[in-house]
C-alpha cells in the first residue's frame, strides 16, 4: 500500500460506508457478490483481489457528493442521503448520481417530530419557528414549500439559495438531534426515524414524513468502466433476490399439479419432473420467504409430500 495513489490507476472506485448502520449489511453483500479485499488498520481504501476494483470507505453522507462529482464510479447509501445531496447540488449534464438498484435494507423514514406534550400538532405550526436537522437541504426545501415558495431544484424563486429567503429558523446540528427540543434549542426537529424507540424516549412524536429511504446503488454520470459497473450490479440483484426467496420442492400426484402451480407459481413458472411412480410429480419453485410457511401448510392441506425448503445461496433472475 506504500503506492496507493497509483495501485488505484485503472480501477473502478467503489464507496462503501465506514461506519454506522449501513455499514455491516453493505459488507454483508459485498461478501455475497464475492467482491473479495482485506482492508487494513486505519485505511478506508481496499483494493479487490478478484476484480479490478477499489473500495474507498467514506461517511454515508458524504458518498453521494463523491459519486455525483465523478471523484468514484459507484456507491452504496441511504436515498435520504441522496435527496440530501441533490436539495444542496441539483444535478447537471455531467454532475450528479443515477440510482442503479434498490437494495432493500436500511429503511427509515425523515419526519419532523414536536415535543409529545407540546402546543403542535402540525407541520404549518412550525412555520416561523426554530427547527433543527442534520439535514438542512432537505429541511429548506420542505419550509419554503409550507411556506408558499416554488422549489426547483434546490432552490426558490429567482435562482436564490432557500435559506435566504425562510422565515423558519433551521440549524444544523451533526448529532443527537433528538435532544434539541428537550435543551430549549428547537421548537421542532427534523431527523431520520427507523424503529421509533429513540424518537418516543425522548418524548416527541412525528407529525410528517420529508421522505423515506432505504439504502441504494449509485454510480456516476460517466463511470470509468461501465461493463463492470453492470457486471458488480448484476451480482448484487442475485444476491437480494437470493436473500428474499427459498426453494421449495415437493411431489404431488400429477392430478392436483395445476392446484399446486397456483400456491407455488414461481418466478417464472415451476419446474416439473416426472417420478418414477405411476401418477406422481416433484415440482421446484421459488418461493418468497414471507410466505413460505404458509405455502407449506396449504400444500400439506392439498397432498403434496416430502415438502423441503432450502436456501438460496445467489441467483440470477429477471
Known amino acids: 500500500m506504500a503506492n496507493l495513489p497509483q495501485s488505484l490507476e485503472g480501477r473502478l472506485l467503489?464507496?462503501?460506508?465506514?461506519?454506522?448502520?449501513?455499514?455491516?449489511?453493505?459488507?454483508?453483500?459485498?461478501?455475497?457478490?464475492?467482491?473479495?479485499?482485506?482492508?487494513?488498520?486505519?485505511?478506508?481504501?481496499?483494493?479487490?483481489?478478484?476484480?479490478n476494483i477499489a473500495l474507498v470507505f467514506l461517511p454515508a453522507a458524504d458518498?453521494?457528493?463523491f459519486v455525483g462529482e465523478g471523484r468514484v464510479d459507484l456507491g452504496i447509501t441511504g436515498r435520504d442521503q441522496v435527496?440530501?445531496?441533490?436539495?444542496?447540488?441539483?444535478s447537471t449534464e455531467y454532475t450528479g448520481v443515477e440510482e442503479v438498484l434498490d437494495l432493500g435494507f436500511g429503511k427509515c423514514s425523515l419526519q419532523v417530530q414536536v415535543p409529545e406534550k407540546g402546543p403542535?400538532?402540525?407541520?404549518?405550526?412550525?412555520?416561523?419557528?426554530?427547527i433543527v436537522t442534520s439535514f438542512t437541504g432537505l429541511t429548506e426545501q420542505y419550509f419554503a414549500r409550507l411556506e408558499g415558495h416554488v422549489?426547483?431544484?434546490g432552490f426558490t424563486n429567482g435562482g436564490s439559495p432557500t435559506r435566504r429567503k425562510l422565515k423558519t429558523k433551521i440549524k444544523f446540528v451533526g448529532g443527537s438531534v433528538e435532544a434539541a427540543c428537550a435543551l430549549g434549542v428547537a421548537d421542532g426537529i427534523v431527523d431520520l426515524v427507523e424503529s421509533g424507540e429513540t424518537m418516543k424516549a425522548a418524548g416527541l412524536k412525528a407529525i410528517d414524513t420529508v421522505v423515506t429511504?432505504?439504502?441504494?446503488?449509485?454510480?456516476?454520470?460517466?463511470?470509468?468502466?461501465?461493463?463492470?459497473?453492470?457486471?458488480?450490479?448484476?451480482?448484487?440483484r442475485g444476491v437480494i433476490s437470493a436473500q428474499k426467496y427459498v426453494l421449495c420442492q415437493y411431489n404431488i400426484a400429477r392430478a392436483l399439479l395445476e392446484d399446486a402451480k397456483r400456491i407455488t407459481p414461481g418466478k417464472r413458472a415451476p419446474t416439473v419432473t416426472t417420478l418414477d411412480a405411476q401418477g406422481?410429480?416433484?415440482?421446484?419453485?421459488?418461493?418468497?420467504?414471507?410466505?413460505?410457511?404458509?405455502?407449506?401448510?396449504?400444500?400439506?392441506?392439498?397432498g403434496a409430500t416430502d415438502i423441503l425448503v432450502l436456501a438460496i445461496a445467489n441467483s440470477r433472475t429477471e
Open 120 to 130: 403542535y400538532t402540525d407541520a404549518k405550526d412550525l412555520v416561523g419557528k426554530n
Open 151 to 153: 422549489v426547483e431544484n
Open 63 to 65: 458518498i453521494p457528493t
Open 83 to 90: 435527496a440530501e445531496h441533490e436539495a444542496t447540488s441539483p
Open 213 to 236: 429511504s432505504t439504502a441504494v446503488l449509485i454510480k456516476s454520470k460517466r463511470p470509468a468502466d461501465q461493463k463492470l459497473v453492470d457486471l458488480i450490479a448484476s451480482r448484487i
Open 280 to 302: 406422481w410429480v416433484a415440482v421446484s419453485a421459488m418461493v418468497e420467504k414471507k410466505v413460505i410457511a404458509n405455502s407449506m401448510d396449504e400444500l400439506t392441506e392439498l
Open 14 to 51: 467503489f464507496a462503501v460506508p465506514k461506519k454506522g448502520r449501513l455499514q455491516q449489511a453493505t459488507l454483508d453483500l459485498l461478501a455475497g457478490s464475492d467482491i473479495q479485499f482485506r482492508r487494513e488498520t486505519r485505511l478506508d481504501i481496499a483494493l479487490v483481489k478478484n476484480h
